[in-house]
């Protein structure tokens, strides 16, 4: 059964191409010109995944995610952005965004990246490829350095405080908890993550990174991701 897209993206030109793209690659889209638009059809059929323009008129990509994760749909979200400062990306994933992909863009890349997104949400069992998601554990939790979390549920802790993370960040702790005090390098953690290495010059690790790290700081306690220079991350306790 191909799998469906709600594409938004007011720019017709972009839109009308994309959706062609993406039709030839099997995907049945449903394609919308605003974020009005892109709420309505979500609610009545909901899509395997979105794929949102940040700038529309009215109601933004922004909001659009943000209106969805309030409502509690996990659905994973693909942004375009012509906005490539990393506060804009910060904002972006703060929405509850899972990826991203800076304009002007190559159709490939967002095929890479939607594939893995797809993956990462597919029942155990149909398709997924064996590095791609935690594997299941006889425990019900994973802890380490302080951090506690629940795959099942899909819950965190740094102590007694729960932490609200969205669906990569999660996935990145765990990888990161269930590794602890092991250096990762970037690609393993791209390919484990994303399932796809976005090359040394992609940024969307260390965002993902920086803005999980503001999510488990707290005041006089020991930070506890830790930057490898020219390797990787590593959660340890110091």
């Known amino acids: 059964m191909s799998q469906t897209v709600l594409l938004a993206e007011d720019d017709r030109a972009i839109r009308n191409a994309l959706e062609r793209a993406l039709t030839l690659e099997g995907y049945q889209v449903m394609a919308v010109a605003d974020g009005v638009e892109a709420l309505a059809q979500a609610h009545r059929n909901r899509p ?3 794929v949102l323009d940040v700038m529309m008129p009215g109601i933004d990509g922004l909001q659009v995610c ?6 509690g ?5 693909l942004m375009l952005t012509a906005l490539v ?7 972006g994933l703060d929405a509850g965004a899972d990826d991203y992909v800076v304009k002007p863009f190559d159709v490939e890349e967002v095929f890479a990246r939607l594939r893995a997104l797809l993956r990462r949400t597919s029942p155990v069992g149909v ?17 380490a350095a302080g951090i506690r979390m629940d795959p099942q549920a899909r819950r965190a802790w740094r102590g007694a405080r729960e932490l609200e993370l969205t669906r990569t960040e999660f996935e ?10 092991i250096v990762l390098d970037h690609s393993t953690i791209y390919d484990r993550i994303w ?29 506890l991701i830790h930057t490898v220079r020219g390797v990787g991350y590593v959660l340890r306790e110091d």
């Open 48 to 50: 395997d995944v979105l």
């Open 66 to 71: 943000r209106v969805l994760r309030a409502e």
């Open 73 to 77: 749909d996990r659905t994973p979200i």
């Open 85 to 91: 400062e990393t506060a804009d990306r910060i904002a």
């Open 127 to 143: 398709g997924a490829p064996v590095a791609e998601a935690p594997r299941p554990v006889p425990e019900r939790f994973v802890e």
């Open 172 to 181: 990145l702790l765990e990888l990161l908890v269930r590794n602890s005090g």
């Open 195 to 223: 399932g796809y290495d976005f090359g040394p010059g992609s940024k969307n690790l260390a965002v993902y990174v920086g803005y999980l790290r503001r999510k488990l700081d707290e005041p006089d306690a020991p930070q």
